[in-house]
């Protein structure tokens, strides 16, 4: 499944093999949450660089339903994507939808955040879900807790997840379908990180994923913790760092030696006139680019740079366009095509530590 062509450091230049053709990594993944990165075709994706997408198992039960999906030929027909998808369990929606969910022994019950009823996710029906999904990549239903969490409250969400885990991995072992990662927690202590990777690679897994972390801890404790996290994932795997982060995260989590990425940066900033480009992050509202006729990114050959002025983009933010945001998401996404390019290329040259002293650059 997995094949590592170069090391560069603790960096690895490699090969993901999935039924949906090879994906070249370190790769990021946009976010498809409800089966469609917001304002962009797959085939923009595919022109930019993209092989793998992330979409999300619970929303995608709350609507369309996976059954739905399922008869109509499944998630990548359904979303007319023929590349790899990864999709999430729904454990960040255990974060995310906080008020609106009760944590049981036997699983979550969720009320729906379209009309309020009651949705009971069990480990195994998470497997099931994505199964019936057709997902490349799946991932157990696991327990993040937001930062910085009591000791108790992380020792008890980590028990949690390990013991889905092991259901997940039971249920997945009688009728595989994708890969299944294990997901990493254990807030921000070492002891139960240790923890926790050891009692899950005990079920040889395809890969594992770094998970509980962009939930309210410092940059510097993001960084810590995923370096000695991943340090410990097994060489010949690939490492997942889930929800990370901004382009200089990448290209310091690319030298922990990780592997796959998603974030919602590149598209939610995008919707809101922030642009990720080689000067900084831009601001396209601001009073200052209102006669601007210059590109977003003198750097940048993406069609938001090439065919339109940042006094152009200003005024679609300002009179509501959608053009504005489907512009800049645009940009910001083939932006964070580059950034993991340039990283693949330095790894194979041997240069990757060039890349990562300039990272705040990027």
């Avoid at 993209?50 to 369309?64: E, Q, T």
């Avoid at 255990?94 to 049981?104: D, N, P, V």
């Avoid at 195994?124 to 327990?143: H, K, N, T």
Wanted: net charge positive.
């Amino acid at each position: 499944m997995f094949e590592i062509v170069k090391r560069d450091g603790r960096a690895r230049l490699g090969r993901l093999r999935t039924p949906h053709g090879d994906v070249e990594t370190p790769c990021f993944m946009p976010v498809g949450t409800k089966a469609s990165v917001k304002t962009v075709l797959p085939e923009e994706l595919k022109a930019m660089g993209y092989r793998m997408i992330l979409c999300n198992a619970y929303h995608l039960r709350v609507r369309p339903g996976d059954e739905t999906v399922r008869r109509l030929g499944g998630l990548h027909r359904f979303m007319g994507w023929d590349g790899a998808i990864l999709t999430d369990s729904g454990g960040y929606q255990i974060f995310s939808l906080l008020k609106t969910r009760t944590i049981k022994p036997e699983g979550v019950e969720f009320l729906s955040h379209v009309d309020g009823r009651p949705l009971f996710f069990t480990p195994e029906d998470v497997v099931d879900i994505q199964a019936r999904l057709g997902s490349d990549l799946i991932m157990p239903l696991d327990y993040p807790v937001e930062l910085p969490a009591a000791p108790a409250q992380t020792r008890a969400a980590l028990d949690i997840t390990l013991d889905w885990l092991g259901r997940s991995v039971r249920k997945w072992r009688q009728a595989p379908a994708g890969a299944l990662f294990a997901i990493i927690q254990g807030g921000l202590s070492k002891e139960l990180r240790k923890e926790s990777v050891e009692r899950s690679l005990v079920h040889d897994l395809p890969g594992a994923a770094v998970g509980g972390l962009s939930l309210g801890e410092s940059k510097a404790e993001l960084l810590e913790v995923l370096d000695y996290t991943s340090a410990m994932l097994p060489e010949a795997k690939p490492r997942y760092a889930m929800g990370i982060g901004t382009p200089s995260d990448l290209a310091r989590a690319v030298a922990m030696g990780v592997d796959l990425f998603d974030c919602i940066l590149p598209t939610r900033y995008g919707r809101t006139g922030w642009a990720f480009t080689s000067e900084g992050v831009v601001k396209i509202r601001n009073r200052r680019f209102a006669e601007d006729g210059g590109p977003l990114d003198p750097r940048c050959a993406c069609r938001c740079c090439r065919g339109f002025s940042r006094a152009y983009l200003r005024h679609c933010f300002n009179v509501r366009e959608i053009l504005g945001p489907a512009l800049l998401t645009h940009h910001n996404l083939s932006h964070y095509a580059g950034v993991m390019r340039r990283a693949r290329e330095a790894i194979a040259a041997g240069r990757l530590a060039a890349l990562v002293g300039g990272a705040d650059a990027l």
